[in-house]
């Protein structure tokens, strides 16, 4: 049997404060809470993107925290999440006074940070 890669199951993020972080990723992005998650020992959650794929926020010591960042996420780790309309996104972050780039590539996709400074692209797929 050929052994092969099926898709991805989920990204971890390191943050500070979960409470902070899940204003972000569950009041701005929408995801929502899985309440699955054992007690790791730290503080964290894990948010359900569907399709049994999910993105876990980890409240731990980041190694690489005092680290100067590149302006645009698109240069710099990140993690991308496909939405079905962005402009509703963008409207969304403006109206929290969040900070974003435009994708430098043409595609139909944006670049913002959490409040941990952790690069996250939102990438419009027509359904």
């Keep these: 049997m050929t052994a092969r890669v099926l898709g991805l199951d989920h990204v971890s993020v390191l943050v ?6 899940l204003a972000f990723y569950r009041d701005v992005l929408g995801l929502s809470v899985d309440g699955a998650r054992p007690d790791l020992g730290f503080p964290g959650a894990w948010l359900d993107l569907g399709a049994g794929q999910s993105v876990h926020l980890l409240e731990l010591p980041n190694p690489d925290a005092a680290g100067v960042r590149p302006a645009h996420g698109g ?4 993690l991308a999440l496909r939405v079905s309309n962005l402009e509703a996104f963008v409207a ?3 109206a929290c006074g969040l900070a974003y780039t435009r994708s430098r590539s043409g595609r139909a996709s944006l670049f913002c940070r959490d409040p941990d400074g952790n690069a996250v692209e939102l990438l419009e797929r027509i359904l």
Excluded: F, K, S, Y
Aim: neutral net charge.
């Design 92 to 94: 969304r972050l403006e």
């Design 75 to 78: 240069r710099d780790r990140h």
């Design 16 to 21: 500070a404060d979960t409470d902070r972080a």
